[in-house]
Nanobody, 121 residues
Framework: QVQLVESGGGLVQAGGSLRLSCAAS????????MGWYRQAPGKQRELVAT???????NYADSVKGRFTISRDNAKNTMYLQMNSLKPEDTAVYYC???????????????WGQGTQVTVSS
């Protein structure tokens, strides 16, 4: 059983910072690409940033220069450092990962339960 658990969300004023974490646990042989997504009320879920196992990153235009995605492969953990937060960053943030449970198993895609980020103006 694989689980992704996000933490670090909360309420912050505009211009402030938050650091989200996503910890993967359970039966894990390897983790491939990981990513952060967000969903604001009444809107579709959108990509925020992704990172490969080797560390290559990709960001949505709306967060470039403000957010930094990183990961610690030894700890099966991914992070999102969010600086210069804006009210429009308010959303539930979800982590996502491609995980292989055993050397012979297929790769499956997993989602966390989400963590709320609220930015006040």
């Amino acid at each position: 059983q694989v689980q992704l658990v996000e933490s670090g969300g909360g309420l912050v004023q505009a211009g402030g910072s938050l650091r989200l974490s996503c910890a993967a646990s359970g039966s894990i042989f390897s983790i491939g690409a990981m990513g952060w997504y967000r969903q604001a009320p009444g809107k579709q879920r959108e990509l925020v940033a992704t990172i490969t196992r080797g560390g290559a990153t990709n960001y949505a235009d709306s967060v470039k220069g403000r957010f930094t995605i990183s990961r610690d492969n030894a700890k099966n953990t991914m992070y999102l450092q969010m600086n210069s937060l804006k009210p429009e960053d308010t959303a539930v943030y979800y982590c996502n990962a491609d995980i292989r449970a055993t050397p012979l198993s297929s790769v499956y895609n997993y989602w966390g339960q989400g963590t709320q980020v609220t930015v006040s103006s």
